[in-house]
């Protein structure tokens, strides 16, 4: 008798253990999969070329504040497609070392991002982009507000700080091309702007 209680004992305390496991084996390791929520910023530069309407061609160059909002879904394991906006403030940039006025530009549209292994960090990124800018303007040069075209890249590095949560770091170049038009003699023209940038973001998956 004394042997059969043992046992029916270590049958309880078997269960008992096994109960208080099998949750953490349902929960699964953590890994990017279902909703993704990232928002980003950071420091940058604002690069590239004006093509004014009446003047010659200007290099333009300035720092740079970049931002980001994706939301998405995970559509195979690590593969992440959605939609966000990728926007950029040039602090007062200069055409030619003209100063021209802080530029503000808006990109938005589809993404993908893909993490090499989803139960760890490093991942890479890209999105097409339809822009919309403003240029702040100066006795110089005039305001001028347009439309345009854009693309992004990046790759960064995502740790756990939570079991859903994840901050990085994620190195992100982008290039907006806007066609710009404005009130006073000389703003039209077109601009091109590559700014490179790195951000600190954070990331938000929910499982499905």
């Not at 070392?97 to 991942?123: E, K, N, W």
């Amino acid at each position: 008798m004394g042997r059969a209680c043992s046992s029916s004992s270590s049958q309880v305390s078997a269960a008992t253990t096994a109960g208080v496991a099998s949750p953490a084996r349902a929960d699964g390791p953590r890994q990017h999969h279902g909703l993704y929520l990232r928002v980003g910023l950071g420091p940058g530069l604002a690069l590239g070329t004006a093509h004014p309407d009446a003047g010659p061609r200007g290099a333009v160059r300035g720092p740079a504040v970049s931002t980001e909002l994706a939301v998405g879904v995970t559509v195979r394991p690590g593969l992440v497609v959605g939609a966000g906006t990728f926007p950029m403030i040039a602090i007062g940039p200069s055409y030619d070392g003209t100063d021209v006025g802080s530029h503000h530009v808006s990109a938005t549209g589809p993404f993908v991002d893909y993490y090499v292994d989803p139960q760890r960090g490093l991942h890479v990124q890209g999105g097409v982009l339809l822009a919309a800018g403003y240029r702040g303007g100066t006795d110089a040069v005039g305001a001028a507000f347009g439309l345009g075209l854009g693309a992004s890249v990046g790759v960064g590095y995502d740790r756990w700080v939570g079991r859903r949560l994840s901050v990085g770091a994620l190195a992100r170049v982008t290039h907006y091309r806007l066609g710009l038009n404005g009130d006073d003699a000389g703003a039209d023209g077109t601009v091109a702007l590559t700014a490179p940038s790195l951000l600190l973001t954070l990331t938000f998956n929910g499982r499905k």
